[in-house]
Each structure stands twice: as C-alpha cells, then as structure tokens.
C-alpha cells in the first residue's frame, strides 16, 4: 500500500505564507506526476498546481505568480510554496501521486492524502 502524509497546514493572515509538504511511502517503484487539490466549504474539489517527475508544472489561474509547487524525487514528497495567501484560498489542501507500484503490470494508482487545513483571515 502507499500512503501520502501531509503536513504544513494552518491559520495565518491575508498576505502571510505558508509552505505545504506531502510526503509518499510505502511501495513505490516510481512516481509520475504529484499535486495539490483543494476543496473550500461547498465547493468541488479543485485543481491547484500539478508537477511531473520531469519537473514541468501546471497551475490555476487563481495562483499562478502566488503559489509554487516543487517536488524532491529521491524523497518522493511534493511541496507547495503559498506566498501573498488571500481568504478565498482557505480550504482543505489534498496532495495526490500518481504511482507505480511493480514493474507488471504497468498500472498507475493515484492516491490521496488524508488533507490538510488552510485557513487565512482577512
């Protein structure tokens, strides 16, 4: 099994920073791309940033230039710099890996952490 840990979260205020780690364990041959979800009170879950093992990366509209993901592959963790945090960025923050687990069959498994709390007072 693979698990995904992250770590990271809190309250902080409007402009303030903060920097999410999620890290995967368990049996893992390698991993292709990792990311970071997020779901604010009575909405859908969304995507926020995505980053291949290659280190190309796709962000929303809504934080690109604020936020930056980045990934260490000997440690199988992605990372997620929040910079200038506004309120509308208060949310659970979901890390997601998409693993390969043997080498066959080749299946991809994407798994999820458990979440993390984001909260930013205005």
């Known amino acids: 099994q693979v698990q995904l840990v992250e770590s990271g979260g809190g309250l902080v205020q409007a402009g303030e920073s903060l920097r999410l780690g999620c890290a995967a364990s368990?049996?893992?041959?390698?991993?292709?791309?990792m990311g970071w979800y997020r779901q604010a009170p009575g909405k859908q879950r969304e995507l926020v940033a995505t980053i291949t093992s290659g280190g190309s990366t796709n962000y929303a509209d809504s934080v690109k230039v604020r936020f930056t993901i980045s990934r260490d592959n000997d440690k199988n963790t992605v990372y997620l710099q929040m910079n200038s945090l506004r309120p509308e960025d208060t949310a659970v923050y979901y890390c997601?890996?998409?693993?390969?687990?043997?080498?066959?069959?080749?299946?991809?498994?994407?798994?999820w952490g458990q979440g993390t709390q984001v909260t930013v007072s205005s």
């Open positions: 368990g049996r893992i041959l390698t991993i292709n791309d």
């Open positions: 997601n890996a998409d693993v390969r687990r043997q080498l066959y069959p080749r299946t991809i498994t994407r798994y």
